[in-house]
């Protein structure tokens, strides 16, 4: 059974940097691509990047890139998210997400993690 | 890059059929595949259609995707309509560099 475990919830305080992690389970990690999603309270699905971890091939929304790393160990199959100088706008429901082809849409989410971003 | 615009909301009767659209503005709605995703409240959100017309195993034949080049479109139909289909939708797609973008989503209120 495939599965995607993501890390749990945090509390950041404004300026500071966060790491989501996301653990895949039963498939092989390194021939599905992994994508971010985020969605702000009350608000719409935002893409935010995908990776291909076999090589670390990674694609980043505009408007978010320099905000955002992703990053994969193929090594315990985990991919992470990592947001820099978070803000009050970066609280949100953090998801990963697997996909066959770069431009495939996704085969499985995570649960989805909830990061709040408040002084 | 592109957008994609969907109607904020649609609604209509059980055992009807709805079509919920999506316009691609900045390109052609044929330059990558369109996806469709269904997220009921406070749940993770589930994938109804993939590469425009693709099912995923366990979505019913009820819930169908097309493009329309001429109307520069994606549609996602639902027939057959199901209280337990109420939900937002959201279409996506990608760039030609790869780069996803979502549609702002569509709720659909089945009453």
């Known amino acids: 059974e495939v599965q995607l475990e993501q890390s749990g919830a945090e509390v950041k305080k404004p300026g500071e940097s966060l790491t989501i992690s996301c653990k895949g389970s039963g498939y092989d990690f390194t021939t599905y691509w992994i994508g971010w999603v985020r969605q702000k309270p009350g608000r719409g699905l935002e893409w935010l990047g995908i990776?291909?971890?076999?090589?670390?091939?990674?694609r980043y929304s505009p408007s978010l890139q320099g905000h955002v790393t992703i990053t994969a160990d193929k090594s315990i199959t985990t991919a992470y998210l990592q947001l820099s100088g978070l803000q009050a706008s970066d609280t949100a429901i953090y998801y990963c997400?697997?996909?066959?082809?770069?431009?495939?849409?996704?085969?499985?989410w995570g649960p989805g993690a909830l990061v709040t971003v408040s002084s | 890059n592109f957008m994609l615009t969907q109607p904020h909301s649609v609604s209509e009767s059980p055992g009807k059929t709805v079509t919920i659209s999506c316009t691609r503005s900045g390109g052609s709605i044929a330059t990558n595949y369109v996806q469709w995703y269904q997220q009921r409240p406070g749940s993770a959100p589930t994938t109804v259609i993939f590469e425009d017309n693709q099912r995923p195993s366990g979505v019913p034949d009820r819930f169908s995707g097309s493009i329309d080049s001429s109307s520069n479109s994606a549609s996602l139909t639902i027939s057959g309509l199901k209280t337990e289909d109420e939900a937002d939708y959201y279409c996506?797609?990608?760039?030609?560099?790869?780069?996803?973008?979502f549609g702002g989503g569509t709720k659909l209120t089945v009453l």
């Open positions: 996506q797609s990608y760039s030609r560099v790869s780069q996803g973008v």
């Open positions: 990776i291909y971890p076999a090589d670390s091939d990674t």
């Open positions: 997400a697997t996909h066959q082809g770069i431009y495939s849409g996704v085969v499985y």
